[in-house]
């Protein structure tokens, strides 16, 4: 069996994931993997699937159109022709929230300094509602931190990106973070 990367985008509404796991059900494939949000009133799913021996992917995205689109959902496949290999530097799992009035930059300012450091993004979450308030407008990245990264320059580099952008943040270990957003 192959594997395909299907996205799935549309009003959001009741009965979107079941219409695509309808349809690839119909078609024989197995979800493997799925994630799917709502962006203010817009749906976006993202479905990694098995398709069945002999089923070509131009075939199964005709069908998904074929289904889906009457529905007003627009569909992408992506083949994937090799499984990407894990990050092969042991990280460790934190947590970073931004809090601060919207303005252009602000994902662009913190994913750069990420990037700098070898972060990798595995979550992110933005809300931006508008305005000075900053609880209106709120970023939640979660991130690998590679165990070679030095954490006190890269918590000193944070707080100082934020500052420069307006924002305040923070840096937890997701452990930490997990246990005090259960209360």
Known sequence: MSKVIITVLGCDRPGIVAAVSMALFDCRCNIEDVSQTILQTEFAGIFI???????????????????????????????????????????????????????????????????????????????????????????????????GVDQNAFRAALYDRARELGLEASLQHRDIFEQIHRI
């Open 49 to 147: 699937v098995s398709v069945p021996t002999g089923m070509k992917p131009e075939d199964l995205l005709t069908a998904l159109e074929k289904r889906l689109h009457p529905e007003g959902l627009s569909v992408f496949l992506k083949e994937v022709g090799s499984v990407c290999a894990p990050s092969p530097l042991e990280a460790e799992p934190f947590v970073i929230t931004t809090l601060g009035p919207d303005r252009l930059g602000l994902v662009a300012g913190i994913t750069g300094l990420l990037s700098d450091f070898g972060i990798n993004i595995t979550h992110l979450q933005a809300v931006f509602r508008g305005g000075e308030d900053p609880r209106r407008n709120v970023m939640i990245y979660e991130v690998d931190i590679p165990i």
